[in-house]
């Protein structure tokens, strides 16, 4: 099984960027469609981009479409998210999470579809 550890969480103004990164370790990261998911208090995790384990295919809530772009990189087991114009909406808990599937099937967005999590990432956006 594979394990996750998050980081780049951190505190920023609206309109700045972030970039998150995933790391993989005890497993063949290159098996396992990657997704990230945030959540805030009283609410359900909720999906935000996923990338498919070769990384050709990758997928956007449209709430961070055109602001964020998830990309991987298998030789070093990391996927990262880079996130652009930041707004207040975007404070979360941020988790990446491992889903092992085969070659070709379609990339899951719902939480319950991912087996392995990291322990999160806080992202803060204030002024």
């Known amino acids: 099984q594979v394990q996750l550890v998050e980081s780049g969480g951190g505190l920023v103004r609206p309109g700045e960027s972030l970039t998150l990164s995933c790391v993989g370790s005890?497993?063949?990261?290159?098996?396992?469609?990657i997704g990230w998911f945030r959540q805030t208090p009283g609410k359900e995790r909720e999906f935000v981009a996923a990338?498919?384990?070769?990384?050709?295919?990758?997928y956007y809530d449209d709430s961070v479409k055109g602001r964020f772009t998830i990309s991987r990189d298998n030789a070093e087991n990391t996927v990262q998210l880079e996130m652009n114009s930041l707004q207040s909406e975007d404070t979360a808990i941020y988790y990446c999470?491992?889903?092992?599937?085969?070659?070709?099937?379609?990339?899951?967005?719902?939480?319950?579809?991912?087996?392995?999590w990291g322990q999160g990432a806080q992202v803060t956006v204030s002024s």
């Open positions: 990338i498919s384990r070769p990384g050709g295919r990758k």
């Open positions: 999470a491992a889903n092992r599937v085969s070659i070709g099937l379609p990339v899951a967005r719902a939480p319950d579809e991912y087996e392995y």
């Open positions: 005890g497993g063949t990261f290159s098996n396992y469609d």
